[in-house]
């Protein structure tokens, strides 16, 4: 298959402080990533399309100042969640189509649990 | 619009039981894919099986098998003599055309607890 890192696994941070994650494909190129937020038992939202070179696309209801996507390159998106409250705490999954032959699918990086304190 | 529903929202079976996950979707799109992702308690997501559209063949693949019925928009998934490490959260998902950067649409997830 197609691997994506992420890192931090787990973050703690005070409240009003700002978090920076990393999602990364590991042994393919990715011009798009998507990042998902999932609160405690409930599923995926999507929260934007990451685009390599130009700006991403949030979803209807996301603040886009507050989680800042940069896709600096063609392996690497990062989410900045800015200002972080408590209630930005949650589990962020990010994912990227595979451009591997004979792969037709979005791989999952393993999560980041983000607590704000 | 797309929809992905998944109308149970947690079964427990004991060890070696069967069990049927149901999903069913809804899409104006002719083309389209459909998937079954397992997010085990570490939460990583774990891709199980992608069906495209075209194909409604049923797919079988040791413990696991799924069906997909366009009739009924349903790609149900069963686990046979299921076991304590089936034990996990289940997403059915759903994505238009044939560009794998094409969004993901989720269900709410199906809980499985399999206990001994």
């Known amino acids: 298959g197609a691997v994506v890192s992420q890192h931090p696994s787990r973050v703690i941070c005070k409240s009003g402080t700002s978090v920076k994650i990393e999602c990364r494909s590991l042994?393919?190129?990715?011009?798009?990533m998507f990042w998902y937020r999932q609160f405690p038992k409930q599923s995926l939202m999507l929260m934007a399309t990451?685009?390599?070179?130009?700006?991403?696309?949030?979803e209807q209801g996301v603040e886009k100042d507050k989680f800042l996507i940069n896709h600096a390159s063609l392996t690497l998106s990062t989410l900045t969640v800015t200002s972080a409250h408590p209630e930005d705490s949650s589990f962020y999954i990010c994912?990227?189509?595979?451009?591997?032959?004979?792969?037709?699918?979005?791989?999952f990086g393993p999560g980041t649990r983000l607590t704000v304190l | 619009a797309q929809k992905v529903t998944q109308a149970q929202t947690e079964i427990s079976v004991v060890e070696k039981e069967d069990v049927t996950l149901d999903c069913v979707y809804e899409?104006?799109?002719?083309?389209?894919?459909l998937f079954w992702y397992k997010q085990p308690p570490s939460g990583e997501l774990v891709f199980l099986i992608r069906?495209?559209?075209?194909?409604?063949q049923n797919e079988i693949s040791g413990r696991y098998s799924w069906n997909f019925q366009k009739s009924t928009s349903s790609f149900n998934f069963t686990i046979t003599a299921s076991q304590v490490v089936d034990s996990a959260v289940y997403f059915c998902?759903?994505?238009?055309?044939?560009?794998?950067?094409?969004?993901?649409?989720f269900g709410t997830g199906t809980r499985l607890q399999v206990t001994l």
């Open positions: 990451s685009n390599e070179g130009s700006k991403a696309t949030y």
């Open positions: 899409t104006r799109d002719t083309t389209y894919y």
């Open positions: 042994d393919f190129q990715a011009t798009t």
């Open positions: 998902a759903l994505r238009r055309g044939t560009g794998t950067a094409s969004k993901l649409t």
């Open positions: 069906r495209n559209s075209f194909d409604e």
């Open positions: 994912s990227a189509p595979s451009t591997k032959a004979g792969y037709n699918e979005q791989f």
